[in-house]
């Protein structure tokens, strides 16, 4: 399996921005496909945006648009740019890696997490 940990969440005001970065160690980065979910308090975990081994990307519709999935498989790297951020996004940010080609929206078909990176975005 491959080891994930997130970094880049914060405190910030609507409509500011943020890069969340999740860095990969362990097996071969490009052997997976990456996705990013979030949890909010009290709510289910749900999919934000996905990333194919060869960067085809995929989004909730609630954040199309403004998120943007990427890849640096040559630092092993997983990156999502988050612009004009609303409150609704506060969350706590989950990269997830999964032994395809192309991600899956499914949390429960992922085997590799990292601990979460928290996002807050004050009105």
């Known amino acids: 399996q491959v080891q994930l940990v997130e970094s880049g969440g914060g405190l910030v005001q609507a409509g500011d921005s943020l890069r969340l970065s999740c860095a990969a160690s362990g097996r071969t980065f490009g052997t997976y496909a990456m996705s990013w979910f979030r949890q909010a308090l009290g709510k289910e975990r749900e999919f934000v945006a996905g990333?194919?081994?060869?960067?085809?990307?995929v989004y909730a519709d609630s954040v199309k648009g403004r998120f943007t999935i990427s890849r640096d498989d040559d630092k092993n790297i997983l990156y999502m740019q988050m612009n004009a951020l609303k409150p609704e996004d506060t969350a706590v940010y989950y990269c997830a890696a999964i032994g395809r080609v192309f991600p899956s929206a499914n949390a429960n078909e992922y085997n590799s997490w990292g601990q979460g990176t928290q996002v807050t975005v004050s009105s």
């Open positions: 990333i194919s081994r060869s960067s085809s990307t």
